[in-house]
């Protein structure tokens, strides 16, 4: 998507303001709120999706969190970075920034967006199709949330929380709405253009991606109506946000950022204490999987991974888990300090495809479907090695050499999220048990790992009449997974 340099200079110096303010965005107060007496949409539309993309991407977000606990990172010798994660470590301090940065720096941005006039109705309708997007992902990481009353900008500062199951309901009838007011909107109404850094204005992709979040609602709480959902049609593309990354400070691909390269060329600390766990690299090898030379790095010396929580890394070998010795994050992942921002993976799409189509849900070839999000997986990392793959007749690779057909798509979205999106394949592994066979970090204290999160402290602080009671985030699983 081509923008003028003078608009992505814009952007990111609002940004800056916006997130340098904390009265600006604060949960619990309207002040300085931005609305559309304030901003106009061309400029919240870019700052929400701007958050969108942190939320899923920075250090110590959703991505991080996901790629912990369906142990596909592990952390190199000389550094003690994940002890926390590798301790089950769940406090009401543990990634709470998950939870305020959706409340405060997206969610309330997209609400803003629902509140223009008649002629901004694809504004509200991207508004409403982001809102439920977050929304789901936080009722996946904590149950019941803060939904019906919650981003009113003051005028409630103590919202309620509502019914994890009832915000699915919720969600997927905003969703519809979001459609509706696609189909209904003419030539009154403005279309976004490089303000939307997501798709540009192209408001049919919009619809199929509100088509598609709808679709992961209702597969993940295994019931719903898919009625007409086929004829929608589904993303066909990797759903990115890309505000004008540049080699800058503070302007870089947040991924990239923590894990790649500051904006001078030097590696982060963060890319030499961040490795692969040896039992994904055993998966990989295993089964003939080129990716697994993108998805991680491969030293001179050959891949090598790290047990999680690790304590002795001289046994038997003095530094054999130095940084320069195991397979840190790979190169089709970090592309490079301009790369977009991803969100919406199109195999994670595929995937939710084949599992509606083979719950008999949807029509169509599951199989064509698996298959497509395994090659979208290989053409994202940059790996021409997909034919070879697939022709394989292995079990969880090739559809018709796997009994499990659930267990083939699930172990194939865990491989395709890695590094990526991989808080997905934490909520699949707690909804179905897949992929088999994880193993459990040596420093944690229980057989089970984490099923949820904790509510975070701020809400403690500021809305304690309303939080639920803190629950065991290794047994209180979220409604679709019991």
């Known amino acids: 998507m081509k923008k003028s340099l003078k608009y992505i200079g814009i952007l990111f110096a609002t940004i800056f303001i916006v997130s340098c303010s904390e009265s600006y965005l604060d949960v619990n107060t309207d002040k300085n709120s931005p609305t559309g007496d304030v901003l106009g949409p061309e400029l919240v539309l870019p700052i929400a999706q701007y958050w969108s993309g942190e939320i899923v991407q920075r250090n110590r977000y959703t991505n991080n969190l996901g790629n912990m606990m369906v142990y596909n990172w592990s952390q190199s010798d000389g550094f003690s970075w994940y002890n926390d994660e590798f301790l089950y470590n769940v406090t009401s301090s543990f990634y709470q920034i998950i939870w305020t940065r959706s409340y405060r720096d997206a969610l309330k941005q997209y609400r803003v967006l629902q509140s223009y006039g008649d002629q901004y109705d694809n504004y509200k309708a991207i508004g409403k199709i982001m809102e439920s997007y977050h929304f789901q992902i936080l009722v996946d990481l904590y149950g019941d949330i803060p939904y019906s009353e919650a981003l009113q900008r003051g005028g409630n500062p103590t919202p309620a929380y509502d019914d994890a199951e009832a915000v699915y309901q919720g969600i997927v009838s905003e969703l519809d709405m979001a459609m509706a007011l696609i189909d209904g909107a003419d030539g009154s109404d403005l279309v976004p253009g490089s303000d939307d850094i997501m798709f540009g204005g192209d408001m049919a992709t919009w619809k199929k991606f509100a088509n598609t979040v709808k679709l992961r609602v209702l597969v993940r709480q295994g019931s719903g109506d898919f009625t007409g959902m086929a004829s929608v049609g589904f993303i066909d593309q990797e759903v990115t946000v890309q505000p004008g990354y540049a080699v800058v400070e503070n302007q870089q691909n947040p991924f990239w950022n923590a894990f790649g390269a500051d904006s001078g060329g030097t590696i982060t600390n963060n890319n030499n204490a961040t490795c692969a ?115 394989q007749p292995r079990a969880l690779v090739a ?56 509510y975070p402290a701020s809400e403690l602080t500021a809305n304690a009449a309303n939080v639920p009671p803190q629950p065991n985030a290794f047994n209180d699983k979220i409604f679709w997974a019991n």
């Open 399 to 454: 559809w018709d050499s796997s009994p499990n057909k659930l267990e083939a798509i699930i172990t194939q979205k865990w491989i395709a999220t890695n590094g990526i999106d991989a808080v997905q394949s934490w909520f699949d592994y707690t909804r179905t048990g897949y992929p088999s066979g994880l193993p459990i970090s040596l420093l944690a204290t229980t057989p089970e790992r984490p099923v949820r999160l904790f």
């Open 277 to 391: 766990t040896q039992f994904v690299l055993d998966y990989l090898d295993g089964t003939s999987d080129s990716r697994i030379s993108y998805i991680y790095e491969e030293p001179a010396t050959g891949h090598l991974g790290v047990v999680q929580g690790l304590q002795d890394y001289d046994v038997p070998i003095v530094d054999q888990f130095d940084p320069q010795f195991v397979s840190n994050i790979g190169p089709g992942i970090l592309k490079g300090a301009t790369m977009p921002a991803v969100i919406f993976t199109l195999a994670d799409a595929y995937f939710l495809q084949a599992e509606a189509i083979l719950n008999g849900d949807l029509t169509g070839d599951a199989k064509a479907a698996y298959e497509s999000g395994i090659q979208s997986s290989f053409s994202y990392l940059g790996d021409p090695g997909f034919s070879d793959y697939i022709s």
